[in-house]
């Protein structure tokens, strides 16, 4: 159902994209991107929503950008100034219902892409 890509290894200070493609059925589902370093819980990262509303969790504020091309039925999150500490597994996930105060919630989520290593060297 969501199809995650674009991981890979960067320097501090470089950039990376991941895309996550969707099908056909979750095309128009709000789509998010979780991540989890080894050790540690599934964190929320971005989501962009059906209407084009995007939000972000402050630690990536101003350095990532997500967006969503419906005519690709993709998401993209465009990642800049990496920190060691962004390393971890990158997840897409989707879903139809999920509301607004709820979306750091990695539960509340039906679908998932399987994730992508990304790996930020100092």
């Known amino acids: 159902q969501l199809q995650a890509s674009g991981g890979g290894t960067v320097q501090a200070g470089g950039s990376l994209t991941l895309s996550c493609a969707a099908s056909?059925?979750?095309?128009?589902?709000?789509m998010a991107w979780f991540r989890q370093a080894p050790g540690k819980e599934r964190e929320s990262v971005s989501i962009?929503?059906?209407?084009?509303?995007?939000y972000y969790t402050e630690s990536v504020k101003g350095r990532f950008t997500s967006s969503r091309d419906y005519a690709k039925s993709t998401v993209t999150l465009q990642m800049d100034s990496l920190k060691p500490e962004d390393t971890a597994v990158y997840y897409c996930?989707?879903?139809?219902?999920?509301?607004?105060?709820?979306?750091?919630?990695?539960?509340?989520?039906?679908?998932w892409g399987q994730g992508t290593l990304v790996t930020v060297s100092s």
């Open positions: 996930a989707a879903d139809r219902s999920l509301i607004r105060s709820a979306w750091r919630d990695w539960r509340q989520y039906d679908v």
């Open positions: 056909e059925r979750t095309r128009r589902y709000h």
């Open positions: 962009v929503w059906t209407d084009g509303t995007t």
